[in-house]
């Protein structure tokens, strides 16, 4: 005989978009492969849903009053095929059963004292849109595994955000006052920035970062510990110095011919942007001849750049300016690290 559901640690709710918000986050920390139950199932208790993947964390308010490990693939799946109002009933320590209208699943659940509780880092002050916009505008220059760990993380500072990859270098100004030494991981970054909500407050501990929301929902990531490159004399120009205006239609151009590359370089020369393998090219009126660059790179500098300095050597790099944003670009042919 099937077992009938625990009516005690039931619960209906009139906000299934905030179950879904949540499960959706939880989803994304999903691992697999992984052994642990704490990186394939989050953690539902106080009207609260949690999820990591040992680097990143989510923690989301829910009108669900129940105790429970759900499998967050499953969860999610369950939930996105949900109609009208939802029910979700506790058959016991195992089970879930997400019920609908017209449709009904069971999730499993791991043991609740397996998936450890996470806690977010105390607030302690506020951040806004920029600081946000300053991680976005210098990731592309980060790569995803390096020998040096700053060259793949942004260290969010006081006042601006960074990022290297070992040749190129960005800093992005947010104005907000920051402590010292928040290197976060690219992949961390990545997480923030698909955050759906606005991020207002942030608090920070021994190794790790919180950003919350106004409803109390957050993201904590996990920060590594390396010393940051110094780079401000990089930026170092002559008295008088003034960049020229980049071209219209530099980044079109680079997008255009970047898909046709082998090797994943466009050059930028006399009138045009070219692929590596000259298979593709496009007319921009006014390009000089800057060299041959990284595409990917280029096309993420070149959104928020408004003002050059190709003409100058600068050992093989090119300068570039914008509204709270500077970076340092290298030509491929320039071996010099930062």
């Not at 209208?101 to 920029?130: M, Q, S």
């Not at 590594?224 to 008295?239: C, G, M, N, S």
Request: glycine share 6%; proline share 6%.
């Amino acid at each position: 005989m099937a077992r009938r559901p625990r009516t005690t640690k039931k619960a209906a709710t009139d906000d299934a978009d905030l179950l879904l918000s949540a499960a959706k986050l939880a989803a994304t920390l999903y691992d697999e492969k992984s052994t642990q139950n704490a990186h394939r199932h989050a953690r539902l208790q106080g009207r609260f849903m949690t999820a990591t993947n040992g680097f990143v964390a989510y923690g989301c308010p829910v009108q669900e009053d129940v105790a429970a490990a759900p499998n967050t693939a499953q969860l999610l799946r369950a939930l996105e095929r949900v109609q009208g109002h939802v029910t979700i009933a506790q058959l016991d320590g195992s089970r879930l059963i997400v019920k609908g209208e017209r449709f009904r699943a069971t999730v499993d659940c791991a043991p609740l004292d397996t998936i450890p509780p996470i806690l977010p880092d105390e607030p302690v002050g506020i951040i806004t849109p920029a600081v946000l916009d300053a991680l976005a505008a210098v990731v592309p220059l980060t790569v995803d595994k390096h020998q040096k760990l700053y060259c793949s993380a942004v260290l969010l500072a006081n006042g601006s955000a960074v990022a290297t990859n070992g040749i190129c270098l960005a800093q992005a100004w947010h104005g907000v006052d920051m402590p010292p030494g928040l290197l976060i991981p690219k992949a961390s970054v990545t997480a923030i920035l698909r955050y759906p909500a606005p991020l207002t407050v942030f608090g920070y501990g021994k190794g790790s970062l919180t950003l919350y929301t106004e409803s109390g929902a957050w993201v904590k990531v996990q920060l590594y510990v390396d010393e940051y490159v110094t780079f401000d004399h990089l930026f170092e120009v002559q008295p008088g110095w003034t960049p020229e205006a980049i071209p219209e239609g530099l980044t079109d151009g680079v997008e255009a011919v970047a898909p046709f590359c082998d090797t994943g370089r466009v050059i930028i020369r006399n009138g045009l942007t070219a692929s590596d393998n000259e298979k593709a090219t496009h007319t921009v009126d006014g390009a000089p001849d800057a060299g041959t660059f990284d595409a990917a790179q280029i096309t993420a500098v070149l959104k928020r750049a408004t003002h050059w300095d190709y003409a100058t050597a600068r050992e093989s790099r090119v300068l570039f300016q914008g509204n709270n944003y500077r970076a340092l670009l290298a030509a491929i042919r320039s071996k010099h690290a930062i």
